[in-house]
């Protein structure tokens, strides 16, 4: 089993994790990258912002204005 993962393998894992929770391993894996990679830890940061900013248009998107 690696111990480092590629900043592609990470990226991948960081997309992946939006949509379901990683095994314990993946995501030990990817904190351990995260240390080490500049960027990727700005990916990551843009991944963070795209999340909330979509949550946020989910939100507003439903919310009933009407009379």
Same mark, same amino acid.
């Not at 992946?16 to 904190?31: D, G, H, I, N």
């Given at each position: 089993?690696?111990?480092?993962?590629?900043?592609?393998?990470?990226?991948?894992?960081?997309? +992946?994790?939006?949509?379901?929770?990683?095994?314990? %391993?993946? !995501?030990?894996?990817? &904190?351990?990258?995260?240390?080490?990679?500049?960027?990727?830890?700005?990916?990551?940061?843009?991944? +963070?912002?795209?999340?909330?900013?979509?949550?946020? %248009?989910? !939100?507003?998107?439903? &919310?009933?204005?009407?009379?």
């Amino acid at each position: 089993m690696k111990w480092m993962l590629s900043c592609r393998e990470t990226s991948m894992r960081l997309v +992946r994790q939006e949509a379901e929770p990683l095994p314990w %391993w993946s !995501r030990v894996q990817v &904190r351990m990258h995260l240390l080490a990679c500049r960027g990727c830890q700005r990916f990551a940061g843009q991944m +963070r912002l795209m999340s909330r900013a979509s949550s946020a %248009w989910r !939100r507003y998107s439903e &919310r009933d204005d009407a009379p």
